[in-house]
T-cell receptor, first 113, second 114 residues
């Protein structure tokens, strides 16, 4: 039972353009969502999070949008840079502290120069 | 801040042997540590959650006698894969968090069982 799903295994965008990574969840008890970035043979690095009481959180080039009614969240990266190329995981938790995370399968983002 | 290290980064062992992986929070005290495993092109799957000084809580389907977790201090947790078999070959990642903080991940350990 995959409670967090990232339906696009890969995404390729041009440098300077916007990257949009999507994530869907099924468990309505989730109330805290996070995005992590992962390079090969490394652990995930925290990027940005959002609580269910918000619908948008912005940090520099990264913005996360949450649509609770659709159980959908997305990560926007603008402008995209080649260094952003990595696997992006969305994760969800039932607790605001972010403990006990359920991860999606990940999306490989490639930003072409 | 919030740096988590893992040792070793890579280990190759023979089938039937035990392997210990260490996870350390270098610049903060972690009240909770988590252990995940990741198969190629798949998601990170939570194996267990451990709090300092208490027994680990294992996820459904994870054998606690095979994957021994010890959380001896607020900065160190260990995962021992006992009697390892080729199907245990995977990427094992730990994470650590403070009381009401997000999880910070270690760099992972690649285990290959021959």
């Amino acid at each position: 039972d995959q409670q967090v799903k990232q339906n696009s295994p890969s995404l390729s965008v041009q440098e300077g353009r916007i990257s949009i990574l999507n994530c869907d969840y099924t468990n309505s008890m989730f109330d805290y969502f996070l995005w992590y970035k992962k390079y090969p043979a490394e652990g995930p690095t925290f990027l940005i999070s959002i609580s269910s009481i918000k619908d948008k959180n912005e940090d520099g080039r990264f913005t996360v949008f949450l649509n609770k009614s659709a159980k959908h969240l997305s990560l926007h990266i603008v402008p995209s840079q080649p260094g952003d190329s990595a696997v992006y995981f969305c994760a969800a938790s039932r607790e605001t502290s972010g403990s006990r995370l359920t991860f999606g399968e990940g999306t490989q983002l490639t930003v072409n120069p | 801040g919030a740096v988590v290290s893992q040792h070793p980064s890579r280990v190759i062992c023979k089938s039937g042997t035990s392997v210990k992986i260490e996870c350390r929070s270098l610049d903060f005290q972690a009240t909770t540590m988590f252990w995940y495993r990741q198969f190629p092109k798949q998601s990170l799957m939570l194996m267990a959650t451990s709090n300092e000084g208490s027994k680990a809580t294992y996820e459904q389907g994870v054998e606690k006698d095979k994957f021994l977790i010890n959380h001896a201090s607020l900065t160190l947790s260990t995962l021992t894969v006992t009697s390892a078999h080729p199907e245990d070959s995977s990427f094992y990642i730990c994470s650590a968090s403070r009381e009401t903080d997000t999880q910070y991940f270690g760099p992972g350990t690649r285990l290959t069982v021959l």
